[in-house]
């Protein structure tokens, strides 16, 4: 901080992506700014010359990629992974054929050539409706970047490199900066960009170091060497403090690391109410490697695997062993016990190829999920074999994605009985009695729900979906964010709807959307009695801790107040002040302004 003029206290609100307190000095990273700029060749010996140099770059970014992957070892984790992906994109055939004919086509030098390529690519990904899948075009971007410095001669700066204890400030962080932050010296990191479903944002709570992104402005407002606060929970960033801001800081981390220490500490005890009703607590995945952080974390089993995550980020199919081999990992994973395992929710191919994109005007209500697979039987054939060998080494569950009605439960429990056949007349090990279950994310199914509860073995309720197709709130449309209300009543009632008729069948019920992790839900959920929830693993101690110091009898009363308000805004009111006199080592800091 400069001697004798202090600098302008400035506070910017992000997103926080990875909870914690950091109070350290800023460091600064500019690499992500490498421009391109387009200059034409006049002739063939240039275009030859610009494809060499597009050729040196790859191998330069290669080598760098290698180089990151041998700093982080065999460091468990998405990391590495990673790094692999980054590597695969840099040889893909597409990648640098079509950036090749760009240059010899058009007549550009490899800088725009190269832009040209991200640029198409871009148009498909911006079509793509998961906001997840849709970010993937982040990988591509970040390997684009890295080549282009490369073609300028920048160096692309290393994390581990950097010396001292920082804060790392930039515009855009890719995963692979972020894996390189496992040394103990990057105590957390903020970016201008960037969203809560970003690799970066996921490698950030694997690693346990707070993180805020989103923030629009804050490389504008930071200089290396600025004192910053990190509050990852609050998604707030505070650049150059005053000693009372600090004070206040410090205070809330020795708060906040004892609070965290004490939940971490109870994670493994069971999630049973202090009147006896048990909850199935499991963690979400879409990457094998998650499963120790998971187990770490209090669960001892997998609810919702995202198997749609094995066809991202490549061109082929995946073959039934690879398949095979994920499912067995899951299932066989450290302190895994059980896992329920999701059948792809693709649209049409469009994550398989990057060719002929099926195009609909509305993919969230297009060809997805069951009905894709109900209608490409021999691909939904594949990973059901697949699922089904797998059952041999675990307890294992079949989840179906995105079910309307009872017709498409009854063709794909066929297509199973069919694959299952086929299997046992081959001599291949499976679990005969494995579980089929559907999702409730369609209000059509919750409308159905007595009837589709006589033909599963359990329902899963999504959530993240049925609130979008309930309320009519586009789930990646930030403009109509406000309006995306889990304690709606409206919802509420839904799920009522559901758990009653999964019960009077006598099948369990769970929850595997984004709710079924959110504390301030966590009451309600209970109050529903709710057999099982599903959640991103961080959120997993502090679920467990409300479920264990609740009853279900106070959290019923709970619900059955809540269900006399008529706005979503009132019940989040009621149950917040719950919360707050119940559980206020629960309650995130930044519940007043919900
Ligand atoms: C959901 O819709 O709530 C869900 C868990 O599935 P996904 O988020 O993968 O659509
Ligand atoms: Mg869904």
């Not at 460091?75 to 090749?100: C, N």
Request: with cysteine; glycine share 8%.
């Amino acid at each position: 901080m400069g001697e004798n003029e202090p600098k302008a206290i400035a506070a910017l609100r992000g997103i926080g992506v990875s909870p914690g307190i950091v109070i350290g000095r800023a460091h600064t990273l500019n690499y992500q700014d490498v421009k391109e700029t387009l200059y034409k060749l006049d002739n063939g010996l240039f275009v030859s010359r610009e494809i060499k140099r597009f050729k040196r770059a790859l191998k330069d970014s290669k080598r760098e990629l290698l180089d990151i992957k041998k700093d982080i070892g065999d460091r468990r984790g998405i990391g590495p992974l990673l790094i692999d992906v980054y590597i695969m994109i840099l040889e893909d055939k597409t990648f640098v054929e079509s950036t090749i004919k760009n240059i010899g086509e058009h007549r550009v030098n490899a800088e725009w050539a190269l832009k040209m390529t991200i640029s198409t690519h871009r148009e498909i990904f911006d079509k793509i409706e998961d906001g997840y899948l849709r970010e993937r075009i982040r990988d591509l971007e970040y390997v684009g970047q890295r080549v282009l410095s490369n073609l300028s001669g920048k160096r692309h700066e290393k994390i581990s490199d950097i010396e001292g204890e920082v804060v790392i400030v930039a515009r855009d962080l890719s995963p692979a900066d972020t894996v390189q932050m496992a040394t103990r010296k990057i105590l957390g990191f903020v970016t201008d960009m960037g969203g809560k479903t970003s690799h970066t944002a996921i490698v950030a709570k694997s690693i346990g170091i707070p993180a805020v992104v989103g923030l629009e402005k804050v490389t504008a407002e930071v200089s290396t060497g600025d004192v910053i606060i990190v509050d990852g929970t609050a998604g707030v960033v505070i650049v150059n403090p005053d000693p009372e801001v600090i004070k206040r800081y410090e205070d809330k981390k020795r708060h906040y690391l004892v609070m965290e220490d004490d939940m971490l500490k109870d994670a493994h005890l069971p999630a049973v109410t202090a009147d006896g009703h048990s909850v199935g607590v499991g963690a979400n995945i879409e990457f094998v490697e998650e499963i120790p952080s998971a187990v770490f974390h209090g669960a001892n089993g997998v609810g919702l695997y995202r198997t749609e995550f094995i066809y991202i980020n490549r061109k082929e199919l995946p073959t039934e062993e690879e398949h095979f081999l994920n499912y067995r990992k899951v299932i066989e994973g450290e302190g895994i016990k059980w896992a329920t395992i999701r059948t792809f929710d693709l649209g049409g191919d469009k994550f398989v190829s990057d060719a002929g994109l099926a195009e609909e005007m509305n993919p969230a209500m297009g060809l997805r999920a069951i009905r894709y697979c109900l209608q490409e039987v021999e691909l939904f054939k594949v990973q059901l074999r697949a699922i089904l060998r797998a059952s041999a080494y675990g307890n294992t569950g079949i989840l179906l994605p995105m079910i309307s009605g009872v017709k498409e439960i009854m063709d794909a429990r066929n297509i199973i009985d069919e694959v299952k056949g086929e299997l046992i007349s081959e001599g291949i090990p499976i679990d005969e009695d494995i579980k089929v279950g559907a999702m409730i994310e369609v209000p059509s199914a919750v409308i159905m729900a007595e009837q589709l509860a006589e033909k599963v073995a359990f329902f899963s309720i999504g959530t993240n979906d049925l609130i979008q197709y309930a309320l009519a709130i586009d789930r990646v449309n930030e403009r109509v964010t406000y309006l995306y209300e889990p304690l709606h009543p409206a919802i509420l009632r839904m799920l009522r709807q559901v758990v009653d008729a999964g019960h009077n069948a006598g099948i369990k019920v769970a929850m595997c959307g984004e709710m079924a992790g959110d504390p301030l839900c966590t009451p309600i959920l209970l109050g529903l009695k709710l057999d099982g929830l599903s959640m991103t693993p961080l959120a997993i101690p502090r679920v467990k801790k409300i479920i264990r110091n609740s009853t279900v009898r106070e959290s019923a009363e709970l619900l059955e107040a809540a269900m006399t308000f008529s706005t979503a805004h009132e019940i989040e009111r009621h149950v917040r002040d719950y919360m707050i006199r119940r559980f206020p080592e629960c309650c995130p800091v930044n519940w007043q302004g919900r």
